[in-house]
């Protein structure tokens, strides 16, 4: 069986043996997360860090098989390329991940209000304990809220963004990086990647600050002469380097990592 040209009907048979050999561990994984969404509901940065710190966690521990000996030896044999391999990796931890949490929230949240309001009918459990109070049903998850604040010169300068636009770019760049490192180190990928990845951005914190002072100066920066529109030329810059760095970088890990798998089975 020749695995040298790209083959959709093989990439469905590999979604097809995770969700054969993990069925019973993803229901059980996405029925514990409906329950957490259940408590937390519309809690945004309970939200937030619930779907980062779990999906790198889930992305980091995706290709661990690759570095049993037994277990490797049957992901190599597989017959399918290591592209349509790594392309199904990516999709599973990024887009299916990032979807099931939509789908955990909304059950999550339907389920929870709905608990709520029905405690919180009943007069011992509301009135006299306190521990719960009707509540409407909200999805604060699918709002906006405002990415940066103030005005400068009367001329406002904030940006309003939708939560779940907010959170997939960052999901796809936690995502991008912890694959790769779950590709790369052979034990604690997860806790190894987040040590390294805080490591370099600290040196790189330390590089743009030692330039920052080097280009600039102490003194050379007159904020009197700062008009509405060098600040609104600022924050235009500041919002392309964003769009660079969040488009640009987890295609990048991605390739990065698919060279990595590459090497492996070497």
Same mark, same amino acid.
């Given at each position: 069986?020749?695995?040298?040209? !790209?083959?959709?009907?093989?990439?469905?048979?590999? #979604?097809?043996?995770? #969700?054969?050999?993990?069925?019973?561990?993803?229901?059980?994984?996405?029925? $514990?997360?409906?329950?957490? !969404?259940?408590?937390?509901? @519309?809690?945004?940065?309970?939200?937030?860090?619930?779907? #980062?710190?779990?999906?790198?966690?889930?992305?980091?521990?995706? *290709?661990?098989? $690759?570095? *049993?000996?037994?277990?490797?030896?049957?992901?190599?044999?597989?017959?399918?390329?290591?592209?349509?391999?790594?392309?199904?990796?990516?999709?599973?931890?990024?887009?299916?991940?990032?979807?099931?949490?939509?789908?955990?929230? $909304?059950?999550?949240?339907?389920?929870?209000?709905?608990? @709520?309001?029905?405690?919180? *009918?009943?007069?011992? &459990?509301s009135s006299d304990l306190g521990f719960f109070?009707?509540? /409407?049903?909200?999805?604060?998850?699918?709002?906006?809220?405002? &990415?940066?604040?103030?005005?400068f010169n009367g001329v406002n300068m904030g940006e309003r963004?939708? !939560?779940?636009?907010?959170?997939?770019?960052?999901?796809?760049?936690? %995502?991008?990086?912890?694959?790769?490192?779950?590709?790369?180190?052979?034990?604690? %990928?997860? !806790? /190894?990647? #987040?040590?390294?990845?805080?490591?370099?951005?600290?040196?790189?914190?330390?590089?743009?600050?030692?330039?920052?002072? &080097?280009?600039?100066?102490?003194?050379?920066?007159?904020?009197?002469?700062?008009? /509405?529109?060098?600040?609104?030329?600022?924050? @235009?810059?500041? %919002?392309?380097?964003?769009?660079?760095?969040?488009? &640009?970088?987890?295609?990048?890990?991605?390739? /990065?990592?698919?060279?990595?798998?590459?090497?492996? %089975?070497?």
């Open positions: 069986m020749k695995t040298d040209r !790209f083959n959709l009907n093989r990439m469905s048979l590999l #979604f097809r043996r995770y #969700f054969t050999e993990r069925l019973h561990t993803e229901l059980i994984y996405w029925g $514990i997360m409906i329950i957490v !969404f259940m408590f937390i509901r @519309n809690q945004m940065v309970a939200i937030g860090g619930l779907i #980062f710190v779990a999906g790198a966690f889930y992305a980091a521990r995706f *290709s661990r098989e $690759i570095h *049993s000996p037994t277990n490797g030896c049957a992901y190599f044999m597989i017959p399918a390329t290591q592209l349509e391999k790594w392309i199904v990796a990516i999709l599973m931890t990024s887009l299916y991940y990032f979807l099931m949490m939509i789908l955990t929230y $909304i059950l999550g949240n339907l389920l929870g209000t709905c608990l @709520n309001n029905m405690l919180a *009918s009943i007069d011992f &459990l109070h009707p509540s /409407t049903l909200q999805w604060k998850l699918f709002g906006e809220m405002e &990415l940066t604040r103030g005005t963004i939708s !939560f779940l636009s907010l959170f997939f770019r960052i999901f796809l760049l936690i %995502q991008s990086v912890y694959l790769l490192g779950g590709v790369y180190f052979r034990r604690n %990928q997860a !806790f /190894t990647t #987040f040590f390294t990845t805080n490591i370099i951005q600290l040196l790189l914190l330390i590089l743009f600050i030692v330039e920052l002072r &080097l280009i600039i100066g102490e003194t050379s920066v007159h904020f009197y002469n700062f008009t /509405t529109e060098d600040a609104l030329q600022l924050k @235009n810059v500041f %919002q392309n380097i964003l769009r660079v760095f969040f488009y &640009l970088l987890p295609p990048f890990f991605w390739v /990065t990592g698919y060279f990595r798998l590459t090497e492996k %089975q070497v």
